[in-house]
């Protein structure tokens, strides 16, 4: 069957905990192949193989190249640790990818120092054996077109002529749980995404307001869950019903803090499902200064309320970047999907940018929040998301 | 809570008719011959096609080798537009058309004007009406085609076509008058000789029939262009397989839709009055987008809560199982205001605040009565709380 040689980068430096990151990304690699079956991943020194079917391989290495902790994938030839074998299977490989005219280099990693020759004398060897056949073909060593790698291991030399980047990172689960808070705009999926990049297995958290916002909103929350999850693995999406607590707060706080009363009362909810899910640490799509709930200010009165760590990896972003981000992880085209969401609801025509605290307090004591945010925690819907299509 | 749904959204599209549904799915599962087969199979279907043909076009009282087949009325207003302007252009380069058309006339259009036609927009007067007189004196001896739609689908207002069309003529004989009738066809008489109508687009979804399944009635001796090239069916002017199923049962849903036009109508303007009067009695405020009850049809009723958000209004509705639309479901996904409501001059927060309803024969009166009663309140409900 062909073969698929994984390369993983940051996490092969993290001493004492190797193991259980290369356990994690093994699992993660499993997972994502689900459903590509029959498959075998096995795992050495600083590689993972896959062997999958050829009808396969392509839609696998396409998957992997969505898998965190993966620095580049190669579809490699294994062959035994035989330099005429090596030679001849140097040559096929040169000949599918032929062009006359061509340059061409050889690079030998040998990790297996019991081969009986070095790197550059095995350069020079299958270099000498291509330049022998019919092919019309160069030697460049600064400038090839064609790199051709050859790793000498202990099971096997593999050859490989391409290497197709992984998305690096480190493997989703190293990293604990987090709980991302979901609107149905650009910034917080990409938020999410930087999340699962640095090893954070997520569970997203949306409030909706029906009748105010219909399916449509809760159908686009989950379609960026979906994109997420082809990212992050399987992924729990809580459904919280916000309509109670946003009417009491229309109805008896002062408008202009309505945007932010809005946000501490999720933060609160948010913060006690993450200890109901055993999760430590809250992300938003926050930057600073976007809007004008964005000021220090108001994300101090947010951070107020939660003990627990709250992130926000966009803090630095311009919405270009955020956008560009959005695209290249496929989230866009669902983010600009018009649906009202509950925040974009009654958004007061002059929010308030510096509230205190005060003011925060006394607006929250003219309403039952205590009741009102228990039984929005109390009556979340949870759905499972599967990678590829499914939810349950 | 009604059981079943209340289906107010019959402008958008309309559930098929159980009599046409049962057709259909008899002709999917035995005659599923293509009818350019020389086998039975295939001379069948033929046999079935050209008897659809020859009903919908008794429906129109035109020749039955003047109906063609297309997959809709965005495919029939396309292929009147591009295809007679791209056949026709040694007469003139002018196009005359209104700002409340469908988008299916509209972009072609504009695609019309990239290639070098001029086209002419006119503006209706507030309740959406065209002025026959207005429209002929922009009519120029280069001028080659005219397209009003019939009854506009997002206002109902009715436009005077025949009228249109006599005073055009009139300036210049040789424009052809295109008639975008997808909202109008089966409930309004159209007989497109006495009306002076050349080219004319149907759409069988919208009378409870299929979807994917429309006709273009074009008089004999107009010259169009295909949009497809292919095989030659319908007389070369529309390659593809016909959709037999389909069209036997959009000749079907035009035959039962038309039956008793009267009564249907009759009772559209009851459902019409009671929803009106419910909801004008309780809301005073309530404004209405387009013509009164006389001007406009009785099966179609925009109004504007100014001040609330259609679509919230929308999915405070939904919540009764009752289902109305913002505007048209063509754009309502776009969070534009409606080029329609824009054109007859609605105020911003009229725009933002309109629902449109549209009933259809199978609607009950129990379900309009319901409708009638929750409209009202769920207003109130939102009233109280967003504005």
Known sequence: MPLLLIRYGEIALKGKNRPFFEKKLHKNIRNTLKGLEPFQVTFEKGRFFISITSENISQAQERLQKVFGIISISRAARVSLDLQEICIEA???????????????????????????????????????VLDSELDIQVDVHNPQLLLTVEIRNKGAYLYAEEAAGPGGLPVGVNGKGILLLSGGLDSPVAGWMALKRGIELEALYFHSPPFTGEGSVNKAVDLCKVLATYGGTLYFHLAPFTELQK???????????????????????????????AGVLFTGESLGQVSSQTLENLAATNEVASLPIL???????????????????????????FEDCCTLFVPPHPATRPSLAELQEAENMIPLKELEESCLGNIETIKILPRGGER | MMAREVY???????????????????????KYGNPSSLHRLGNDAERTLSSSRQLLAEQLGVKSGEIYFTSGGTESNNMALAGIARRNYRRGK??????????????????????????????????????????????TPKTILVSVMHVNNEIGTIQPIAEIAAAIKRKNPQTIVHVDAVQ?????????????????????????GPKGTGALYIRGGILVEPLLAGGEQEKGLRAGTENTPGIAAMALAA???????????????????????????????AQINGPRKAEGVPNILNISFPGLKGEIILHALEEHNIFVSTGS???????????????????????????????????????????????????????????
């Open chain 1, 91 to 129: 040559l096929q490989l040169l000949k599918d990818n032929y062009k006359p005219g061509m340059t061409f280099k050889v690079n030998t990693h040998r990790s297996n120092k019991s081969f009986h020759l070095t790197s550059p004398k095995i350069n020079s060897t299958i270099g000498a054996y």
């Open chain 1, 248 to 278: 009491q707060i229309r109805l008896n706080c002062p408008e202009s803090l309505m945007i932010t009363l809005m946000r501490r009362a999720m933060l609160r909810v948010a913060e006690k499902l993450a200890y109901q899910r055993k």
């Open chain 1, 312 to 338: 926000r990896p966009l803090i630095g972003f311009d919405k270009e970047e955020i956008i560009d981000r959005a695209r290249k992880i496929e989230s866009y085209d669902i983010s600009i999907r018009p």
């Open chain 2, 8 to 30: 107010l959204d019959n402008s958008s599209t309309t559930p098929m008719h159980p009599e046409v549904l049962k057709e259909m799915q008899t002709l999917l599962e035995r």
């Open chain 2, 94 to 139: 002018h196009l005359l058309t209104s700002k409340i058309e469908h988008p299916s006339v509209l972009e072609p259009l504009k695609k019309l004007e990239v290639e070098g036609f001029q086209v002419t927009y006119l503006e209706p007067d507030r309740n959406g009406l065209l002025d026959p007189f207005q429209l002929a004196e922009t009519v």
């Open chain 2, 184 to 208: 109008s066809f089966t409930r309004l008489p159209l007989s497109p000789r006495e009306q002076g109508i050349d080219v004319l687009s149907i759409s069988a979804h919208k009378f409870h």
């Open chain 2, 255 to 285: 035959r039962l839709n038309s039956e008793n036009r009267k009564e249907k109508t009759a009772q559209s303007k009851i459902f019409k009055e009671k929803m009106l009067s419910s909801i004008e009695t309780a809301h005073p405020w």
């Open chain 2, 329 to 387: 479901a063509c754009h309502s996904r776009k969070n534009k205001p409606s080029h329609v409501l824009e054109a007859i001059g609605a105020e911003k927060a009229a725009l933002d605040g309109a629902i449109r309803m549209s009933f259809s024969c199978m609607n009950t009166t129990e379900e309009i009565e319901y409708a009638a009663s929750k409209i009202p309140q769920v207003i109130s409900e939102l009233k109280a709380f967003m504005s």
